[in-house]
Each structure stands twice: as C-alpha cells, then as structure tokens.
C-alpha cells in the first residue's frame, strides 16, 4: 500500500475541479476541504505477554452535512492521520452522490493485526472505542469495517458502547446478522461495482453476455463482484489475489473458484486455468477491468499498457490522477470509485435503518433496494456527465460535491 499523499492530493485535486466548475466561492472549498473534527489517540493495551504497548488511533470526520459521519476502520501498519483524513474525504463525496443520508468519516490503528491475538484485538478495539466514544453515536458517527477490521471487530465496539450507551446495534454496521447485521451487506460492495460494470458495459453498445472481465483482488468486493458479474452472464476471465493471478480466456469456472476458497484453498488450485502475475492481469485484453484490491495499482509507468476498454473501481483509488489522463486520451472509461463501490455503504445505510427501526429486511429487499440505489447514482452521473463533458470521474465529483455544498448553504453552517 502507498501511503504517501497522493490519494489525498488526488481527492482534493477533484474537490477542485468540481468547484471550479460548479462555480463555487473559496469560502465553500475550504469548508469542504477541511474536516470537521480530528482525533489522535493514544491506545495503552495490555499484551499476552504482561507488556503494555501503546498504539496510535485516529477519527478523521471530514463532513456531517448531510448526516451523522460515516466511514470505516482500517488496522494497518502504515495508517495515519493523513491517509485517514483522504479516504474520510472520500467518504463524504460516495455518501453524496450514492444518496443517503450520512456524512463522511474514517479511523484507523496503527497496527498489524495479523501480529496480535484475538484477544490482544479485543482489547486494542475496546481501547479504542473507548477514547472515541464521546464523538460516536448513532445520530453522530457510525463506523465500520474496512481493510485489517472485520464484523468481529464491529461486535466489539457494539459491545464497548453498550457497556456505556446501553445496548446500540445501529452504532456500527458491518455487524454479524446474529447481531443487528443485515444480511447481503458483506456482498454487496461487490454487487454494488457489478451493477455499474454491467450498466456500463450497455452504454458502451454491448451486454455483459459477451464481456470478458478481469478482477485483481478475489477478497470481499472482488469475489461478490465476480459472482455477480458471472450470475449476469459475463465472462471472468481472470482473478487475482497478492500472490497471484489466474486466467483463461473461455472464462472461469467460478463455481468452482468458490468452493476452493472457501475450503481454504487458494485460486491457483483452480483447475482448467494459467498463472499469471497481477501486474499481467492489469493489461490483459477484456472489456472490463475491475482492480479490487489496492490503490495506487494503474499509474503513469502502466496506463499505456491497459487494453481493457472499460475500467470500474472496486478499490479505493486504484487509478491515479495522472493515470486517469492517460487512460482518458486512449478513450479508456473510468467508473470512479465514488460511483462504483458505494455499494458497501448503501447496505449499510440499510442495516442503520432495519438496527433504528428494530426490524430486519430479507436478503431479496437489501439486493432490489441496492440495485437500485446503485442505478440512481449511475444515472445521475450520466446525466451530468452527458451535459457537461468531462470524465465520469469529474461528473461523478460534480454530483457530490453540488449536493454536500448546497446542504451546507441550506443549513447556515457558515454563519
Ligand atoms: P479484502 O482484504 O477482502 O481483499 C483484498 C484482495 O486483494 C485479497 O484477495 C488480497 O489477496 C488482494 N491483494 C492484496 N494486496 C494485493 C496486491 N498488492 N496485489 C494484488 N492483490 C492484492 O479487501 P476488500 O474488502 O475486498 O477491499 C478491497 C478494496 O476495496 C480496498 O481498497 C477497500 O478499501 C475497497 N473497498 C472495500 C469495501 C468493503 O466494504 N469491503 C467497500 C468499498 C471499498
């Protein structure tokens, strides 16, 4: 993972470009480019061994204009204040343009989880939510899983704010189901990049029946987006995890994929298929290229090698700003992952609402709503895009950044 600060460049670069364009005064681009509220924490943890180690946490709440914060926690050597601050920002604009009705957020420790227990991992999130809980809430700020977290993690902090709040599933989403979860929200990131590929796929004169498609990354957003894209009749034809990637150009057998990894296999046990590395899968030939795994994968020294026609952003900034240039000239279409991956807080807009209103929807009502959900925002995006020109990307900041800057006015946040 790069975490210098290109991605928060990048981000603010975009801001830019939206309120240029959208005719905005300076005064509302800094209230839009400044986070609300930070926090740095030091977190005192007890380890199995008798030792304390002190670990370093962070809230980056960017903007509550249209809504209580929202954004995940991500555990990971190399997290900091800034690189929260830039994928908080993010936040805010997929919250915008996917419409609902949240502000954006992010957090992170500084920690390997893979290198503490699970009860060192209990007590570092317990210490956490702990020195968080004053700027937490359901009305305030509702965290959840992101890379290094999972929904175990989730039913810690319930825990840890209930043993002060009372008991508050809606303080976290990304829960398990036996605790206030919603069913199909772990998919439906995944889902939520298919039914955009899909939707663009069709705006570009062909149907996903005859797409080749190449996913990096078979993790929680590329598996569902394979799934799905497969479910619609496309052809994987190529997956990847970090030590790898398959292909065979008549399409996977992703059944079968399926069923090896979730006995614990890896993808290359996958019969019927030819190894390749993921830098290959980047510039395989195929209509659609979903990089699902990292940022930072498609830059300036790979563009000109893509051949995909198509790129849609299961990752968080995969493609850099310099890249999108690049890929633009060769009339490669990006789907941003603003639009493309907003998936993953949709669902958990719904399970907020089925935790606040006590009442648990069925797997076929979370994928319908998604859906469509997901086609609004796409919808929009082409709207603006189709008037105003420019890339997806810019369209889709337009949206975003129109909607946060015009509930601020409304509000009188600036007095
Ligand atoms: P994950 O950990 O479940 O999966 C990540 C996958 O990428 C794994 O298969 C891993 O082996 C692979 N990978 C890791 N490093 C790699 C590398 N250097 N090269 C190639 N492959 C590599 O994570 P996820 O939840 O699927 O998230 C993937 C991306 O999508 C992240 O950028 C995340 O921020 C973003 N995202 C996730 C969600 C969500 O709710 N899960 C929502 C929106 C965005």
Redesign the pocket.
């Known amino acids: 993972m790069t975490l210098d600060n290109s991605m928060l460049d990048g981000t603010i670069a975009s801001i830019d470009g939206a309120v240029r364009r959208l005719g905005l005064e300076d005064d509302m681009r800094q209230v839009l480019v400044e986070p609300w509220r930070e926090i740095q924490v030091g977190l005192p943890v007890r380890m199995d061994d008798g030792n304390i180690r002190v670990f370093k946490g962070y809230r980056s709440q960017h903007n509550a204009a249209r809504g209580p914060y929202k954004g995940?926690i991500r555990y990971h050597p190399h997290a900091d204040l800034e690189h929260t601050r830039a994928l908080g920002m993010l936040m805010t604009w997929k919250t915008a343009l996917a419409d609902v009705p949240f502000g954006g957020a992010k957090g992170g420790v500084s920690v390997d989880p893979r290198e503490l227990s699970t009860g060192e991992l209990n007590r570092l999130t317990r210490r956490y939510t702990l020195s968080m809980h004053h700027v937490l809430g359901v009305n305030r700020d509702i965290p959840?899983?992101?890379?290094g977290t999972s929904a175990q993690t989730m039913a810690w902090i319930m825990d840890a704010y209930g043993s002060i709040h009372g008991h508050t599933p809606g303080i976290v989403t990304?829960k398990p189901v036996e605790l206030g979860g919603s069913v199909g929200r772990a998919e439906a990131?995944g889902r939520g990049v298919a039914v955009v590929a899909c939707r663009a796929i069709v705006d570009y004169g062909s149907s996903p029946e005859h797409s080749r498609v190449a996913i990096?990354?078979?993790?929680?957003?590329?598996s569902a987006a394979a799934r799905t894209m497969f479910d619609r009749g496309a052809n994987v034809i190529a997956v990847?995890?970090?030590?790898g990637a398959i292909v065979n150009t008549s399409g996977l057998d992703i059944d079968q994929l399926e069923r090896i990894v979730a006995g614990g296999g890896n993808i290359s046990d996958l019969a019927d298929a030819d190894q390749l590395t993921?830098a290959e899968l980047l510039e395989l030939e195929c209509d659609v290229l979903i990089p699902?795994?990292?940022?930072d994968?498609i830059t300036t020294s790979n563009a000109s090698n893509i051949r995909a026609k198509i790129i849609v952003e299961?990752?968080?900034r995969?493609v850099t700003s310099e890249a999108d240039q690049v890929l633009s000239d060769a009339n490669i279409l990006v789907i941003p992952?603003i639009l493309a991956?907003a998936g993953?807080v949709v669902a958990s807009y719904f399970e907020w609402a089925q935790n606040i209103q006590v009442f648990n929807w069925e797997l076929d009502r979370v994928n319908r709503e998604l859906d469509q959900m997901m086609n609004r925002a796409y919808e929009v995006t082409k709207e603006r895009k189709d008037r105003n020109g420019g890339s997806t990307r810019d369209a889709a900041f337009d949206v975003a950044v129109g909607r946060v800057a015009r509930v601020i006015k409304i509000r009188g946040y600036v007095g």
């Not at 990096?216 to 590329?222: E, L, S, T």
């Not at 990847?240 to 030590?243: A, K, R």
């Open positions: 995940g959840a899983p992101d890379l990304g990131p990096q990354g078979y993790g929680a957003v590329g990847s995890d970090m030590h993921n699902a795994a990292i940022e994968v299961g990752a968080n995969p992952d991956n993953g």
